[in-house]
Each structure stands twice: as C-alpha cells, then as structure tokens.
C-alpha cells in the first residue's frame, strides 16, 4: 500500500509540476510530446526518491526510538 501512494503521489506531483510550466492547458497534449514524457518520467523519480528516502528516515527513526 504504501508504494501504491508513493507512486500515485508522485505521479501527481510531477504531473502538476509539468502542467504548471508549460504553455498548454490541456493534459493530452502535455502528453503526446515525447519530450514531455521524458519529463513527467524523470520528476516523478526524483519525487519518487524524495519520498522513499522520507519513509526510510521515518522508519529508522522509529526503530531507533523503540531501542531507548
């Protein structure tokens, strides 16, 4: 479940991302450009890192708790 959101979120936000800087305003265009799926790709996977990297923080940190 949690790569589930991890991936939708991240998706979402490359999206919006995409969307906030281009010149169109419709999604299917964004889309078809090959270049702009090169983008949408590579923001999602940054964002994708940006999140497992928060869980994984998250998750030591809470091991480390338990320890003390």
């Known amino acids: ?3 589930f ?3 939708i979120s991240s998706l979402s936000c490359a999206l919006t991302l995409v969307v906030l800087n281009s010149k169109t305003l419709t999604i ?3 889309l078809i450009d090959s270049k702009q799926q090169i983008v949408v790709f590579v923001y999602t996977l940054l964002f994708m890192s940006v999140l497992y ?3 994984w923080i998250y998750l030591q940190s ?3 708790s338990k320890d003390f």
């Open 1 to 3: 479940m949690t790569h």
């Open 28 to 30: 299917s265009k964004l």
């Open 5 to 7: 959101v991890i991936i």
């Open 53 to 55: 990297t928060g869980v």
């Open 62 to 64: 809470k091991r480390n």
